[in-house]
């Protein structure tokens, strides 16, 4: 039985449902006038909040990077284009603890504090800013996921790590006032989170596909070298 989307133009309405409505208005109908919405309000939130740790980390000479949807936009999307759930932020296993330090400075607490069982053992800790007057997490504000490795692909349950080298961190550099990787890098981190979800997460098949095709006709061998330590190669 085929499923019938309702709606004037049913491939946005779809478009919608992964978060992308905009991103494809803009492509097929050449709309470039900025609307306001939710997404927006949110994808403006989430990226101040970015910036203003990156340059924290930054100042603390803690290497790192961004990934996935926060640090693609301004190079792919604009700022309504894709919708951002929460930001991606990946450091060196060394600097797990400075970075853990800073980050409650900032006024961040762990989301898995005092949760047991296999989601403990994985390489990093999603995290959510307090509000300062109630003490209580502020609702409307994004979730951090911090990274300092990444869970290994051939594995069902989290625990055995897959370390990214410094040598790769180091490689980041300062676009729109975020730390990001170079493509192909870049490319091999969303390639990664597709096989460890089994390609089923839409908006990382559409970024990965929008990184593949910035590279030069010559590269690739960066991303084959880190897909490969990764495991996804």
């Known amino acids: 039985e085929v499923v019938e989307i309702r709606g ?58 961004f990934f996935k949807g926060i640090a693609l936009i301004g190079r792919f999307y604009r700022i309504d284009d894709r919708r951002l759930d929460d930001i991606d932020l990946l450091v060196g296993e060394g600097d797990r603890n400075a970075t853990l330090a800073l980050l409650h400075a900032q006024g961040y607490s762990d989301l ?20 300062p007057q109630t003490g209580e997490r502020d609702a409307a504000a994004p979730l951090l996921d911090l990274h300092w490795g990444l869970e290994s692909v051939t594995t069902v349950l989290p625990g055995n790590a897959v370390a990214v080298p410094n040598a790769v961190l180091v490689k980041a550099q300062m676009e729109h006032r975020l730390s990001i990787l170079p493509d192909e ?49």
């Open 8 to 65: 004037p133009d049913p491939a946005l309405v779809l478009a919608g449902r992964f978060g992308l409505r905009r991103f494809f208005e803009r492509q097929v109908k050449g709309n470039t006038e900025m609307q306001e919405s939710s997404w927006l309000n949110r994808a403006a939130r989430l990226r101040k909040e970015a910036r203003d740790l990156s340059a924290a980390l930054e100042g603390a000479h803690i290497y790192h990077c």
């Open 112 to 131: 898995e504090s005092g949760v047991w069982g296999p989601a403990t053992d994985r390489p990093g800790v999603t995290m959510y800013q307090v509000d």
């Open 185 to 233: 890098y870049h490319a091999a981190l969303v390639l990664h989170h597709l096989v460890r979800h089994d390609l089923l997460h839409v908006r990382g098949l559409l970024d990965l596909a929008l990184l593949w095709e910035a590279l030069p006709r010559d590269g690739g061998r960066q991303l084959t070298d880190l897909a490969q330590r990764l495991g996804v190669s």
